[in-house]
Nanobody, 122 residues
Framework: VQLQAFGGGSVQEGGSLRLSCAPA????????MGWVRQAPGKEREIVGA????????SYADSVKGRFTISRDNAKNTVVLEMNNLKPEDTAVYYC????????????????WGQGTQVTVSS
């Protein structure tokens, strides 16, 4: 499954960015979806995850209240809205999809997008 990710870029601290992702040729409701980030020298971290049913959503503690993950079934996309961005949010962000109904760890995802850079300057 190819995941096509869009968005990312560079913003000032306190700014906002929107990432979107679509599974090419497949419906987004067939997967548990998530956004995983990796900063230089750090481990990968799930920042937002949504179950295959769409009923379970979770966030990393570091982004709660600032990031929102959502799924648009009509547009077949998963979106990560990032607000009040901080320099520590700087990382490569990956869209990921899993065949399981719910993925709780980043290594539980089966398919990965190409990654998009998010840079937040102070």
């Amino acid at each position: 499954v190819q995941l096509q990710a869009f968005g990312g870029g560079s913003v000032q601290e306190g700014g906002s960015l929107r990432l979107s992702c679509a599974p090419a040729g497949r419906t987004v409701i067939a997967f548990a979806m998530g956004w995983v980030r990796q900063a230089p020298g750090k481990e990968r971290e799930i920042v937002g995850a949504i179950s295959r049913s769409g009923q379970t959503i979770s966030y990393a503690d570091s982004v709660k209240g600032r990031f929102t993950i959502s799924r648009d079934n009509a547009k077949n996309t998963v979106v990560l809205e990032m607000n009040n961005l901080k320099p520590e949010d700087t990382a490569v962000y990956y869209c990921a999809a899993g065949r399981a109904s719910l993925v709780t760890g980043w290594n539980g995802y089966d398919y990965w997008g190409q990654g998009t850079q998010v840079t937040v300057s102070s």
